[in-house]
């Protein structure tokens, strides 16, 4: 009753099916690991690829390193080239300004050694008066030893009548006018000397701290015989704590502008020089009422090598060097002039090496 051929054969048709989609799925799977060792070998090609470009890149940034370091080098060697001419020129500029003062420094010496020398010459002669006189005292001195006093007495008649004679009164009181005036003398000749050898060191880099109003004064010492015809001088110093700076160099800012202002002056003015403190800088106004500054003239006065004086007078080296000293002390410069008007510099510098370091600083990270 049992229909086992039809069963038998329901099964073989299963089991034929079964195998069909057994086969087509092995073609599939063979036909994916072929696709897949076809994209395998492909990947396998641009990752050789990349990694040759890998290698290519590191080559080319290893030999692009060794230029960058060779060009830093470079840069290095040119920049203290550089460096080394600026301050050549800058002493070089700083004796230029000496040469030009020189006349009147050495007529600012000249002067006190004059009359120092003409004091001598009194002071000669007043010592021959007292030799004479200690020769009569002596001879006084001799006639009351031996109890003579008659030769007493004519000595001391002799020495009232030279006392006369020469006016010794007036020679003791005139000696010590003479001594007086002497050290006055000998003491303006050591300042000027004083201020030449500050102005001349060359001090490259070396900052500490110092005195601007003495700094400025001592500037003034040597430009004295220029300005001294020329303005009047108002000083307007205020009180100001040590300034972190290299004096030599804030001294050849200060010349600079200050000669400047005598030649702006046309016959007769006045140079007004005031200094302060202000939050953390120290402030110093130099200002002189002479012919001004056009507008085309002040956008180019800080360019090197340009100047409105005649050829051979000026080297357009003064400003420049100002502007890059002032630089240089993290500080800043800046001026207000208009022609036939006041014209007034007015230079900012940290007061404190603290403060010219966090100024430092603080350009450093603006740049980047």
């Known amino acids: 009753g049992r229909d086992e051929i039809g069963s038998m054969a329901s099964n073989f048709n299963r089991m034929t099916a079964q195998i069909y989609e057994d086969r087509i799925n092995q073609e599939q799977a063979a036909a994916n690991l072929k696709w897949l060792a076809v994209e395998n070998a492909k990947k396998a090609e641009d990752y050789s690829n990349l990694n040759n470009t890998l290698l290519n890149t590191q080559k080319e940034l290893v030999e692009k390193n060794r230029r960058l370091e060779q060009s830093l080098a470079e840069i290095k060697k040119i920049s203290e080239e550089v460096m080394d001419a600026r301050s050549k020129m800058t002493q070089s500029e700083k004796m230029a300004s000496l040469g030009v003062l020189s006349a009147g420094v050495a007529h600012e010496i000249n002067n006190p050694i004059g009359f120092v020398n003409s004091n001598f010459n009194s002071l000669a002669s007043y010592t021959e008066i007292f030799a004479e006189l ?64 500050e102005f001349s060191h060359a001090g490259a880099g070396d900052r500490t701290e110092c005195d601007i109003n003495k700094c400025i004064e001592n500037t003034i010492t040597l430009c004295w015989n220029q300005i001294k015809y020329k303005a009047e001088l108002v000083r307007e110093f205020g009180e100001l704590p040590p300034v972190w700076c290299n004096p030599h160099k804030m001294g050849q800012v200060f010349m600079n502008i200050i000669v400047n202002a005598v030649h702006a002056i046309a016959d007769h003015g006045t140079i007004r020089i005031k200094t302060y403190a202000h939050g953390e800088n120290a402030v110093i106004k130099i200002s002189d009422n002479g012919v001004g500054i056009p507008e085309d003239v002040m956008k180019r006065l800080f360019e090197p090598f340009f100047t409105t004086k005649q050829v051979g007078i000026g080297t357009g080296l003064g400003l420049s060097i100002v502007y890059g000293i002032i630089k240089e002390h993290n500080g800043s410069i800046d001026i207000q002039s208009k022609p036939f008007e006041e014209t007034t510099f007015t230079i900012s510098i940290p007061l404190s090496e603290k403060q010219a370091n966090a100024a430092k600083e603080e350009i450093v990270n603006y740049v980047i």
């Open 134 to 197: 200690y020769r009569f005292d002596s001879e006084l001195y001799d006639a009351l030893k031996q109890g003579d006093i008659i030769r007493a007495e004519e000595t001391l008649k002799k020495i009232e009548f030279y006392k006369k004679e020469v006016d010794a009164d007036f020679a003791i009181g005139d000696i010590k006018e003479l001594l007086k005036e002497s050290k006055d003398g000998i003491d303006r000749v050591v300042n000027i000397v004083t201020s030449l050898k």
